[in-house]
């Protein structure tokens, strides 16, 4: 392991004003958090669409997708959930720092680690999206059977039944998927980023 004090910041001669500028709107992190079925990754998917049918420059990272290669080494312990978040702060920020719309869909179950990745932008540049549902609508819809599983005992350390979903305090936008369709989660958010001059 690098110890940090041989490491040096190099910067570059393109900042991140200048790929927003080029862009025509600013780069963002759309952190979409909610337990498992309450539909993060079906929201972040028609979001990502319409995005980029108004010419914003996006990337979606999902949560099974991202387990499949840069956090493969994780499994679902509590340790390797706070490592899984880490990650993908980071990447996000490098997402951001190119001046692109990130879309983030993982259950990121705890508080302290959804305010970690926060911490690691400048204001105005991580909108939490809580994707609510109740425990009992997300088990009836249950899209990849994990419930199924949970209670058939296949699956432990599962967030909602046998390892805590912290709700998050003050998320900068509220979908309640019990109550609004996709297109109308996906036409609050858009207009969420055009009235705070996130698009042009």
């Not at 259950?107 to 009992?136: C, H, N, T, W």
Request: hydrophobic share 35%; aromatic share 8%; net charge negative.
């Amino acid at each position: 392991m690098v110890e940090e004090n041989h490491l040096t910041w190099h910067e570059g001669k393109v900042t991140k004003h200048d790929r927003e500028t080029l862009k025509k709107h600013k780069g963002a992190v759309l952190w979409f958090t909610g337990l498992s079925g309450s539909g993060k990754s079906t929201i972040s998917v028609e979001l990502e669409k319409v995005l980029h049918g108004l010419n914003v420059h996006t990337y979606r990272l999902d949560g099974d997708n991202v387990r499949h290669g840069l956090n493969r080494d994780l499994g679902f312990a509590d340790k390797d959930r706070v490592e899984n978040i880490r990650r993908i702060g980071e990447v996000s920020r490098l997402f951001v720092d190119a001046g692109i719309v990130t879309l983030t869909a993982f259950i990121s179950p705890f508080q302290r680690d959804r305010d970690m990745v926060r911490s690691l932008f400048q204001d105005g540049e991580f909108i939490e999206i809580y994707v609510k549902a109740s425990l009992e609508a997300c088990e009836a819809r249950d899209p990849k059977g994990l419930y199924k599983k949970v209670r058939n005992g296949e699956i432990s350390q599962f967030t909602g039944i046998d390892s805590p979903y912290e709700a998050p305090a003050s998320a900068e936008i509220v979908v309640d998927t019990e109550k609004q369709t996709v297109v109308e989660a996906v036409e609050m958010i858009v207009g969420y980023l055009k009235m705070n001059g996130y698009l042009a």
